[in-house]
């Protein structure tokens, strides 16, 4: 079996494809590219609350040891960007992450990180997956981890208090806890649990925290990715005990969802959009923004606003953060929820973006609906929605073919402008509202996803991309 790399890391279902063999093999490819390639210094290797991802993890740690690089393993589990933390806190070469993200329980993945603490780019990733694939089981030479610990390869860190200096640094955290706030924290069973209860105790600010315990069956949801869908205990729970915001995490808490005070769901477009308007109106900051193509036209009005430039790139982390690199860009973000900062991490961080919410609420005294009512003002209004579909892997194909030769005139009412092909299938209409098909690059889902100056027009739109694609 080939190991592939989606848009973040190699992710399979457990025991079917995502094997301790399979593992070391890829673990055995990454040290092999390592004593190549990567900076010295030290491999941190982090894990998620999934199914056996500490074992999975022991046996990572255990290949990269084997193969003499020094290695800090987690003691307990975190989320991907406090893992990201540590490989800048601890001057490391780059690390991994035993997680499968929002993916369902049965998943399991392997992120590969830099040593900026991002997501492996597109060169790294192509050069990975030829070394891994080219391996035999006989190459893997992993070291057990005792004697990894008794030479002193191998060292078990404390992943929390270098992230919690670093969130102090870049968030106003007296100005949130002193703000008198009531939030409901959806951990979603995830490692985001406890990070926002713990950073924000001991002001008037009261923080409740649901979902918040380990389950690697992730019950009542399909996957611990912070969608509408996934949310309604944290809606009941805003509504119930009167609070002013929501905040949910994904299973490994670099993506962040928001709920209002009346406990409907922002979208993640809205929230990406609300950050950035945050940093740029209330913080007075300048900088480039990275967006995704799916991700909200509210960036290119924010930037027209600010005279900032705005640079878009195809969706994945791995595209944006040598962007991010590259221009010193204030905020970096994708549709996914996933969001990162200049002064902290090329990557996603959930957790960060959660308190730079509440900050913004604390400076203004204002409730999400009130900043995106505010935000509309300065932008106009934007509707945004999203569906996906899963499909029977033979009709990929055929659903390609469909969807490349698709040149319509007009959808939902609209002239199409250009038919735009980096990444996946995008229309570009009047008034640069879109209409976007593409591949999940990590489960065998469609996603078709629009964004008009009316919802109506936004329903309409992901119609005529389910009937250009043929499903539903």
């Not at 092999?32 to 990572?60: I, N, Q, T």
């Not at 105790?201 to 949801?221: D, K, V």
């Not at 973000?333 to 604390?362: N, V, W, Y």
């Not at 996906?388 to 990929?396: A, I, K, L, Q, T």
């Amino acid at each position: 079996m080939a190991i592939r790399f989606g848009t973040d890391g190699w992710r399979g279902i457990i025991a079917e494809d995502f094997t301790f063999a399979n593992l070391r093999l890829a673990s055995q490819g990454l040290a092999l590219w390592a004593r190549r390639h990567a900076p010295p210094g030290p491999w941190v290797v982090g894990y998620d609350c999934r199914f056996a991802s500490e074992d999975f993890a022991d046996a990572c740690a255990e290949v990269l040891a084997g193969n003499g690089l020094p290695v800090l393993l987690c003691d307990r589990p975190a989320p991907t960007p406090v893992v990201a933390w540590n490989i800048l806190a601890h001057h490391g070469a780059g690390g991994v992450v035993i997680t499968a993200s929002h993916n369902p329980a049965r998943w399991n993945g392997f992120k590969v990180k830099t040593s900026h603490g991002s997501s492996a780019p597109p060169e790294q990733v192509e050069a990975l997956e030829r070394i891994i694939n080219s391996l035999m089981p006989e190459a893997v030479r992993p070291l057990p981890k005792k004697d990894a610990l008794a030479q002193g390869l191998l060292r078990l860190v404390d992943p929390i208090p270098p992230y919690d200096q670093q969130v102090a640094r870049r968030v106003d955290l007296a100005l949130v806890r002193s703000a008198g706030l009531t939030v409901v924290v959806d951990a979603m069973h995830g490692t985001g649990a406890g990070y926002i209860p713990r950073l924000l105790a001991g002001g008037t600010t009261r923080i409740l925290e649901i979902r918040g315990e380990r389950n690697p069956l992730f019950p009542g949801m399909h996957n611990p990715e912070p969608i509408a869908p996934n949310l309604a205990p944290l809606s009941q729970a805003v509504r119930q005990h009167h609070a002013q915001v929501g905040l949910a995490f994904d299973g490994d808490a670099d993506r962040l969802g928001v709920v209002d005070e009346g406990g409907n769901f922002l979208t993640a477009l809205d929230a990406f959009a609300l950050l950035a308007f945050f940093l740029l109106e209330v913080r007075g900051l300048r900088g480039p923004l990275v967006k995704t193509l799916t991700s909200s036209r509210m960036l290119l009005r924010l930037g027209e606003r600010y005279r900032v430039p705005v640079y878009e790139t195809p969706v994945g982390f791995k595209f944006v953060a040598p962007l991010m690199l590259q221009h010193n860009a204030l905020i970096g973000g994708e549709e996914s929820g996933g969001f990162a900062f200049q002064g902290h991490l090329p990557e996603r961080d959930g957790i960060l973006s959660g308190l730079l919410f509440l900050e913004f609420m604390a400076r203004t005294g204002k409730t999400p609906s009130q900043l995106l009512a505010l935000l509309h003002q300065a932008v106009g209004p934007h509707f945004y929605a999203r569906r996906d579909f899963p499909f029977p892997p033979e009709e990929r194909e055929t659903i390609r073919q469909r969807l490349n030769n698709a040149y319509p005139d007009t959808l939902a009412g609209l002239p199409v402008r250009r038919k735009d092909t980096t990444d996946g299938w995008r229309w570009v209409l009047e008034d640069q509202w879109w209409l976007a098909v593409r591949f999940s690059g990590t489960e065998p889902l469609l996603r078709i996803y629009a964004e008009a100056d009316s919802p109506q027009r936004v329903e309409a739109l992901l119609d005529a991309g389910q009937a250009l694609a043929g499903v539903g």
